[in-house]
């Protein structure tokens, strides 16, 4: 049982530590490699902003291996939390929102109708500056807002 209640509260957890890796790191320091996601200036299918995936893999099994070794300890179980992140991060942000493999075109969902329009958001901003909606899962109250406005 501690150990489900490790994997939901670091999958919890990602959500405050994504937004702020992506305000302040992302849309900081490491902006060269995430300025491609912005503007589009990549040709191809990757993006150097791809990278961030391999950054934030390494760490996760790190964590799920010597978690593993050692008798499946709560290193284990925080890798795991992270892992199950990083994959609704992907299923959610590069395929329904990026639609990088088309799939999930069409929903009525107010919750992905919202989620999307605050990603869109987000993306109206090319620079650095000025961003907003750096979260992920977590949706401001006024996208539902604008949702639901706009389909009266």
Sequence with gaps: MINLLIVITVFISMEAA????H?????????????????????????????????????TIALMYFGSVDSFNYLFYIGLGIMLYGMAYFFVHDIFIHQRIKYFTRTKNP??????????QHHKHITKEDGECFGFLYVPIKFFKMYFNSSK
Excluded: C, Q
Aim: charged share 25%; net charge neutral.
């Design 18 to 21: 994504t937004w702020l890796i």
């Design 23 to 59: 305000k302040y790191i992302m849309h900081g320091f490491l902006w060269y490699l995430h300025k491609d996601h912005h503007d589009h200036s990549s040709e191809g299918e990757l993006e150097k902003n791809d990278y961030f995936f391999v950054i934030f893999a390494i760490p």
């Design 111 to 120: 919750y992905f109708l919202a989620l999307r329009r605050a990603h869109k």
